[in-house]
C-alpha cells in the first residue's frame, strides 16, 4: 500500500494486493455491512435533540447547504457503500411516511446494529437476532399504545397541535421562533384539513420564501402568492373583487401549422396584414371583458402591442405563470383553466376578494397576492429570512411541522418526547425478556440496550454525561412508574416531559422503531457482498 498525492494536493491510497483481494463472506460481510451502518449513524448521532449540530453540505456544484434535518443531510451525502444506502432509503421511507424523526430512526438503526456486533461475537446466528429483534419491537409498539395519551383539540382549541409541533421545531436552526412558525403551520393544516374524514392535502399548502426581511417576518396567506409582476407598469397594483380568467392560450396570432412565406411588397398588403393582426389582438381582449373577466392571469407570454392593448381596454394581466401555481389559483378561486379564447364563459372564471402587487425591499422586487379567495381551502406559507440557506432550512423545518400536524388529525395520539418513550420502552422490553426461553432473550435485552441510545444521545449533544443522566432518568421512571420522565435538554430544571410539554406524535414513534428494525434485519440476513466484478 502506496500513498499518493493527486494535483490538487488530495491523498489517495494505492493497493498493490488488488489482485489478492477476495470478496467478503459469512461473519466478515455482515461485520463489514454493520461497519457501514453504524458510520452513517454516528453522523447524524450529533444532530440529534434540541441541541444537536447542524452539518454544511457542499455539492459538486458548490451550493453549500445547511441543515440538521437528517432525511436532507443522508439525500445530499454522496454514498457509493450499498449497506449506507439502505440506511438512507430508511430516513427517506420515515421522512415519506411521517414527515418527522428522519435522525432518531436512524441513530436507532446504528444502535440497533452496534448491539447486534457483539452478539454475533458471541456466536448468536444473525437470524436468531434479527428473530429477537421482531419480537422486541413488537413488544416495544404495544407499550408505545399503552403509555400514549388522547390529546383533544379542535378548530377553537389548538395549543395542543402547537405545542406538538414546537417540539418539533426546537431542534431545528429556528427553534428562536418556533412558537410563532408554529401557529403558522397548525393553521394552515386546518385550513386544508377535512376533519371529518381525518384527511389533510398537503399539496394545497404553498411554502414560498423570499430573501430579505426577518424570521418574525413570515406569514401565513389565505390564498395564493405569484413570483410575478402585472405586465405593464401602469396596470393598476390591487383589484378588489377580481374575476380571473385563468389561461393556457397565448395572446398572440395563431401560427399556420404548414411551411409558408409571405410576399410583402407594397405598403397596402403590410397595412392589411397589421390591421388583421391588431384585430385579432381586439379579440381576444374583448372575448375576455364580454365574460366579465377583471384579471387575466396567463401561462404563456404576449407581445408589446398586446401588452399596451390590454392595458388601455384597461384589464390587468400577469403573464409567464408557471402550470403548479395556474393549477392552485384555479382550486383556490374556483376557476377552470381555459386552453382557447373560444372556450371562455363566465362560469370558468376565479373568484378573488383581493388581488394586489406587493413590492420588498430596497430591488422593489414585486409578488402577487390573491387572497380571500372563493375556495380558501388553498393557503400560502411566505417566508422571510436573512440569506437563501436560512430560507431553505425554514422550508425544511415547516415541512416537519406541517406532517406533524397532518399526522396529530389523522391519529390524535401523543407520546412525550425527550427520550422517556425509549427509555419507557426499553425498560417493557428488558422486563418482557425474561418470558422468553431462547437464544433470542439475548436479542430482547439488546433491543433495550439500542433504545437507551436515543436518549443518550439526547444528553450526549445538550452537554450532559450521558451515562449519569440516563441512569438517573431510568431509575426515577422505574421507581415513580411514570414514562414521563425523560433527558432535560433545555436544562428545565425537570425532567417531567408533561410539564415541559415535549410531545411527539404516537404513529412516528411507532414508524421510527418499525423501520429501524426491518432494515436491521435485512442488514443482519446479508452474508455476501458481490459486485459487478465478481461475476
Not at 435533540?49 to 457542499?58: A, N, S, V, Y
Not at 406569514?219 to 393556457?248: C, F, R
Request: charged share 25%; aromatic share 4%.
Amino acid at each position: 500500500m502506496a500513498l499518493a498525492f493527486d494535483e490538487y494536493g488530495r491523498p489517495f491510497i494505492i493497493l498493490k494486493e488488488q489482485d489478492q483481494k477476495t470478496r467478503l463472506r459469512g461473519i466478515d460481510a455482515q461485520k463489514a455491512n454493520i461497519s457501514a451502518g453504524k458510520a452513517v449513524a454516528r453522523i447524524l448521532r450529533t444532530s440529534l435533540g434540541p441541541k444537536g449540530m447542524d452539518k454544511i453540505l457542499q455539492s459538486p456544484d458548490g451550493d453549500v447547504t445547511i441543515t440538521n434535518d437528517g432525511a436532507t443531510i443522508l439525500e445530499q451525502m454522496d454514498v457509493d457503500n450499498q449497506i449506507a444506502k439502505l440506511m438512507v432509503e430508511l430516513s427517506r421511507s420515515q421522512d415519506y411516511e411521517i414527515g418527522d424523526g428522519t435522525t432518531g430512526v436512524v441513530v436507532m438503526a446504528g444502535a440497533l446494529l452496534e448491539q447486534a456486533e457483539r452478539l454475533l461475537e458471541r456466536g448468536i446466528h444473525p437470524i436468531r437476532i434479527a428473530e429477537g429483534y421482531e419480537m422486541a419491537s413488537r413488544i416495544a409498539v404495544e407499550h408505545l399504545e399503552h403509555i400514549s395519551q388522547k390529546f383533544d383539540f379542535g378548530a377553537s382549541n389548538i395549543e395542543p397541535l402547537v405545542q406538538t409541533c414546537m417540539t418539533t421545531l426546537s431542534s431545528k436552526i429556528v427553534n428562536r421562533r418556533k412558537r410563532h412558525l408554529a401557529e403558522i403551520s397548525v393553521k394552515a393544516v386546518l385550513s386544508v384539513a377535512d376533519l371529518e374524514r381525518k384527511d389533510v392535502n398537503l399539496d394545497m399548502i404553498k411554502v414560498e420564501g423570499k430573501v430579505g426581511g426577518k424570521l418574525e417576518d413570515t406569514e401565513l396567506i389565505y390564498g395564493i402568492t405569484v413570483d410575478k409582476d402585472m405586465s405593464h407598469p401602469q396596470m393598476p397594483k390591487q383589484i378588489e373583487d377580481a374575476k380571473i380568467a385563468i389561461l393556457t392560450c397565448p395572446f398572440e396570432p395563431p401560427k399556420p401549422k404548414t411551411k409558408h412565406k409571405v410576399d410583402i411588397d407594397t405598403v397596402e398588403k403590410f397595412q392589411t396584414l397589421r390591421l388583421q393582426e391588431q384585430k385579432y389582438f381586439d379579440d381576444m381582449v374583448q372575448k375576455c371583458k364580454d365574460v366579465g373577466a377583471t384579471l387575466v392571469i396567463c401561462q404563456w407570454g404576449f407581445d408589446d402591442e398586446a401588452n399596451h392593448l390590454l392595458m388601455h381596454r384597461n384589464l390587468p394581466a400577469v403573464r409567464w405563470v408557471g402550470g403548479v401555481e395556474l393549477e392552485l389559483i384555479a382550486i383556490a378561486t374556483g376557476g377552470r383553466i381555459v386552453p382557447r379564447f373560444q372556450e371562455l364563459t363566465p362560469e370558468k372564471l376565479g373568484r378573488a376578494g383581493l388581488v394586489r402587487e406587493k413590492s420588498f425591499g430596497t430591488t422593489k422586487d414585486k409578488m402577487l397576492y390573491i387572497e380571500h379567495c372563493a375556495n380558501s381551502r388553498a393557503v400560502t406559507i411566505f417566508i422571510r429570512g436573512g440569506n437563501k440557506m436560512m430560507i431553505e432550512e425554514t422550508k425544511r423545518s415547516i415541512h416537519d411541522a406541517l406532517c406533524v400536524a397532518r399526522n396529530l388529525i389523522r391519529n390524535n395520539s401523543i407520546v412525550y418526547g425527550g427520550g422517556s418513550a425509549e427509555i419507557s420502552c426499553s425498560i417493557a422490553v428488558e422486563a418482557a425478556a425474561d418470558k422468553y426461553p431462547g437464544v433470542e432473550q439475548y436479542a430482547i435485552r439488546a433491543f433495550a440496550d439500542a433504545l437507551d441510545s436515543v436518549p443518550m444521545a439526547l444528553a450526549e449533544n445538550s452537554g450532559l454525561q450521558p451515562i449519569e443522566t440516563l441512569s438517573a432518568v431510568k431509575s426515577q421512571q422505574i421507581k415513580d412508574n411514570n414514562p414521563h420522565y425523560g433527558i432535560d435538554c433545555n436544562d428545565v430544571g425537570t425532567n417531567d416531559m408533561r410539564e415541559q410539554d415535549v410531545f411527539e406524535t404516537l404513529i412516528g414513534k411507532q414508524q421510527q422503531i418499525l423501520l429501524a428494525t426491518q432494515v436491521v434485519k435485512m442488514i443482519l440476513k446479508i452474508d455476501d457482498v458481490i459486485s459487478p466484478s465478481d461475476y
